[in-house]
């Protein structure tokens, strides 16, 4: 196990993404890992959507939630416990959507990680606050 | 168009579920449609879950965010403008979730609904709660 | 101490109650005590209000967060961790607020309670969702 | 009335703020305002602190709130709608608090700002996030 940070950074979210068979098969894709942050990528599917051609909020929500979650196990064994999301504009169908996750603030086991979703213009298609807490990782 | 609320509300929601791409390529089930109330069903999938047969938080949240979007449109058009969510305890591959949705207060053309996701035992997996918007049907 | 849930509660309330400046200097009264149950009452004073005699927001969440502190108090000693408010319509000067505290659910070391504020009319003035954590008591 | 934005915002802040018994009386003062952005800054007083002399999680929301209130009323009359807050760690009698609001997003009349609450020492105290909504000005 390396001392970089980086490094350790970028070998947990590789580790936790080879065993996530839900962002696996809904394509999500991790990008731009680094300590306490996490991109995520999403093309809105036939399946993700209403009959309007909308994006289910829920879809959006996931988006968010796993560039979270991979954004706060770069320190190591981390869950998610709450989070809120704000829906700013529709995603349609086709679009790509992409989650960036930053850190805002952690203290105790706790942590506060803030998640802006983008469509491809650039445009937010949400914003998304997460809260994290660490736990003790399991023996091998 | 019936004047009886209660059969407005399913009326509504039927429509809406018969459009909804998202929840049926899911299975998820909508029960229990009253005015301001609906449950929505769902077994946790296998490609629902991470690497430890956990559902993915995202799941569990566009569930409940189906159970609130069914619960505020039986007033009419309206849509899921933000949304909490604490994750209490998780769900396993195989379980089936049920959301129950009730609205809490309406005011001006906003509403707060509180949904809570349950396993089969009727344990509390997660508490949401959704904020909606009044929106003007389109013209046909 | 006695063994009496009800009576439990009701002598921890009234020991946080004593040791309460903040409350007390607004003239916050509790009542209905229960496990996992407060009501705050505060009459909104003319230096809560802003220029259009409107209760500042944050007088009207203090009220609620108080309800909230006592109700779960009520189960030992908890802080109040986070909380999520919604400002449903205005109070002026002069009206009395009622908040009433009930909890959710209680999981692990956390809890979820949800608190309602009504005027005088028994009109929602906000709806509140406080996250509570245990903590251990203090050595004497 | 100036077109200069920057001069807009204080107009708008110091008209707001003579008119504000709350955050007078409690000896707030905003500083730094410029287009969706306020710093608030309160000590905390003896009336504020329960028995344990750690301030009322309520002072501390009202200071975040009065932060946000200031920096989206720059960009003219609007309103709280709802809000968040985070209790990173406590505060103590006679320190003083800094909130800064910045503003993260405006879409429609809706907006969101994050407003962070600091001790003397830089240390975080709180995370806020408020919901805004534009309103139209009341007629002279």
Chains 1, 2, 3, 4 share one sequence.
């Not at 979210?13 to 300590?35: N, R, T």
């Amino acid at each position: 196990m390396t001392e970089n940070p980086l490094e350790q950074a970028r070998q947990a979210v590789a580790a936790m993404y080879a065993d996530d068979q839900a962002s696996q098969s809904l394509g999500i894709v991790i990008e731009d890992v680094a300590p306490g942050h996490a991109t995520a990528r999403m093309r809105v599917a036939a399946a993700m959507v209403n009959g309007h051609a909308i994006a289910h909020g829920g879809y959006i929500f996931l988006l968010a939630d796993t560039a979270f979650a991979f954004a706060c196990n770069t320190y190591g064994p981390t869950v998610a416990g709450a989070a809120e999301i704000v829906f700013v504009q529709p995603a349609t169908e086709g679009e790509e959507l992409v989650a960036e996750a930053k850190e805002r603030v952690r203290f105790g086991q706790s942590g506060i990680y803030d998640v802006t979703v983008r469509n491809g213009a650039g445009e937010v298609v949400a914003e998304f606050r997460g809260h994290s807490r660490r736990i003790r990782a399991r023996a091998e």
